[in-house]
């Protein structure tokens, strides 16, 4: 009998508990809700295996405030840490949040040595960064979850804009995580067709602009939390490309060496995804102005990251 795969989700808040949804519902596996907060992820986990006869999925749904039962896990999803509130940019979250993953990483991997890491925790380049360091993992087992939410936003804003299904908009995103991420207009097509063809000039820098403050947008409106339905179905699509050796092309917060001339850092890149986790970064030719602004977001990368190196005593 094969045995199923195992996802363990780290915090059990909104993204969390999202994740374990999408997880179960897609039946990618068995699904082990981790959180420190008693009774929380017990009772999310117990409310959501109750909703599999209705919908039909069957998973093995624990909730649990140690790690003892998330050993052996094939894939653990971290979305632990303090959400963005209005007003308060992923920078802010730095000093809190590098203590926080570095915790949780480290009970993690005690316990399933084998695993492979997707970060979702903000800043989100300086914590897989951290993620990295902390497991003591090879670089192509650790990533972070940022790229297909951010491509996922940019898709959206061009469906809304076009009126056209979503299914029909390729698109690409590289950089960091946050307002200077890198939205790729020469690589972003409806079915095959340039949306440089379909879209004005002027429209589609204010839906690059959208996509940036994408985040924000709705840290703003909800006033009391960040987004989570998108995050979760993001690092789901992730963990079903892993799980499944679907070796699909993703954008993803990657390591990068010798790849784009990065030199050591996790940035968003599209890469293929498979049983191995990162299987190999995609590089693709950029314009002056792309290149100058992947730059830009590279530099505040390794700012946040030689902050958090500083933080974990490196």
């Given at each position: 009998m094969t045995k199923r795969a195992k996802i363990t989700v780290i915090g059990a808040g909104n993204v969390?508990?999202?994740?374990?949804?999408?997880?179960?519902?897609?039946?990618?596996?068995?699904?082990?809700?981790?959180?420190?907060?008693?009774?929380?992820?017990?009772?999310?986990?117990?409310d959501l295996r109750q909703a599999s006869p209705i919908e039909g999925f069957d998973s093995d749904i624990i909730g649990t405030n140690t790690y003892e039962p998330t050993a052996d896990s094939d894939v653990i999803i971290i979305t632990s840490g303090l959400a963005r509130k209005p007003g308060m940019s992923r920078d802010d979250?730095?000093?809190?949040?590098?203590?926080?993953?570095?915790?949780?990483?480290?009970?993690?991997?005690?316990?399933?040595?084998?695993?492979?890491?997707?970060?979702v925790s903000n800043p989100l380049d300086a914590m897989v960064y951290t993620a990295w360091?902390?497991?003591?993992?090879?670089?192509?087992?650790?990533?972070?979850?940022?790229?297909?939410?951010?491509?996922?936003?940019?898709?959206?804003?061009?469906?809304?804009?076009?009126?056209?299904?979503?299914e029909d908009i390729q698109a690409l995103l590289l950089g960091g995580h946050g307002d200077d991420m890198v939205p790729l207009p020469s690589y972003t097509s409806v079915s095959g067709i340039p949306v440089t063809s379909l879209i004005p000039r002027d429209r589609l820098d204010a839906i690059v602009?959208?996509?940036?403050?994408?985040?924000?947008?709705?840290?703003?409106?909800?006033?009391?939390?960040?987004?989570?339905?998108?995050?979760?179905?993001?690092?789901?699509?992730?963990?079903?490309a892993i799980i499944k050796d679907k070796r699909r092309i993703l954008p993803v917060a990657a390591y990068c060496d010798k790849e784009y001339g990065i030199g050591g850092y996790f940035v968003g890149v599209p890469a293929m995804l498979g049983r191995n986790g990162v299987e190999k970064v995609l590089e693709v030719p950029l314009s002056d102005e792309e290149r100058a602004a992947f730059n830009v977001s590279i530099g505040h990368v390794k700012e946040l990251v030689a902050q958090a190196e500083k933080m974990l005593g490196q």
């Amino acid at each position: 009998m094969t045995k199923r795969a195992k996802i363990t989700v780290i915090g059990a808040g909104n993204v969390g508990a999202t994740c374990a949804h999408w997880a179960a519902a897609k039946e990618l596996g068995d699904v082990v809700l981790v959180d420190i907060v008693e009774g929380l992820p017990q009772g999310k986990a117990l409310d959501l295996r109750q909703a599999s006869p209705i919908e039909g999925f069957d998973s093995d749904i624990i909730g649990t405030n140690t790690y003892e039962p998330t050993a052996d896990s094939d894939v653990i999803i971290i979305t632990s840490g303090l959400a963005r509130k209005p007003g308060m940019s992923r920078d802010d979250l730095l000093a809190k949040n590098v203590q926080i993953v570095k915790e949780v990483t480290q009970q993690a991997v005690r316990h399933s040595p084998n695993a492979i890491l997707i970060v979702v925790s903000n800043p989100l380049d300086a914590m897989v960064y951290t993620a990295w360091k902390v497991s003591g993992f090879p670089a192509h087992r650790v990533m972070g979850q940022a790229g297909v939410l951010d491509t996922a936003r940019y898709r959206t804003f061009i469906a809304m804009e076009l009126g056209c299904s979503v299914e029909d908009i390729q698109a690409l995103l590289l950089g960091g995580h946050g307002d200077d991420m890198v939205p790729l207009p020469s690589y972003t097509s409806v079915s095959g067709i340039p949306v440089t063809s379909l879209i004005p000039r002027d429209r589609l820098d204010a839906i690059v602009e959208r996509t940036r403050k994408g985040g924000g947008e709705i840290v703003n409106l909800l006033k009391t939390g960040s987004a989570y339905y998108a995050p979760a179905a993001a690092s789901v699509q992730m963990a079903e490309a892993i799980i499944k050796d679907k070796r699909r092309i993703l954008p993803v917060a990657a390591y990068c060496d010798k790849e784009y001339g990065i030199g050591g850092y996790f940035v968003g890149v599209p890469a293929m995804l498979g049983r191995n986790g990162v299987e190999k970064v995609l590089e693709v030719p950029l314009s002056d102005e792309e290149r100058a602004a992947f730059n830009v977001s590279i530099g505040h990368v390794k700012e946040l990251v030689a902050q958090a190196e500083k933080m974990l005593g490196q």
